[in-house]
C-alpha cells in the first residue's frame, strides 16, 4: 500500500510540474505590449532582441534590470547569462 500511494504522488507531481512552467507571466504574446512580435521561448520580444543593449534599454533600463513603468527585468527570465 506504501509503494502505491509513492507511485500516486510522483505520478501527480509529474502531472503538474509542466503546468506550473507554463504559468502566464504577462508576457505571453496575447498579453504583450504593442510591437513584441517575436516569440521566443512562449515570450514576446521586439524585434532586434539579439542586442538588447541597443534595442531594450529604453523600456527594460539601462541595466537591463526593469523599467520605471513595470517592465520586467530581462534577467528573471534570462539568468546571469545576460546579454
Known amino acids: 500500500m506504501r509503494a502505491t500511494w509513492r507511485w500516486t504522488f510522483v505520478l501527480l507531481l509529474a502531472l503538474g510540474a509542466p503546468a506550473a512552467c507554463g504559468e502566464d507571466d504577462g508576457m505571453a504574446p496575447a498579453n504583450a505590449p504593442p510591437g513584441h512580435t517575436v516569440v521566443q521561448d512562449g515570450v514576446a520580444h521586439m524585434p532586434g ?29 534570462h539568468g546571469q547569462k545576460w546579454p
Open 49 to 77: 532582441l539579439r542586442a538588447p543593449n541597443q534595442n531594450c534599454t529604453s523600456c527594460h533600463g539601462a541595466d537591463l534590470r526593469g523599467g520605471s513603468n513595470g517592465e520586467p527585468s530581462c534577467y528573471s527570465c
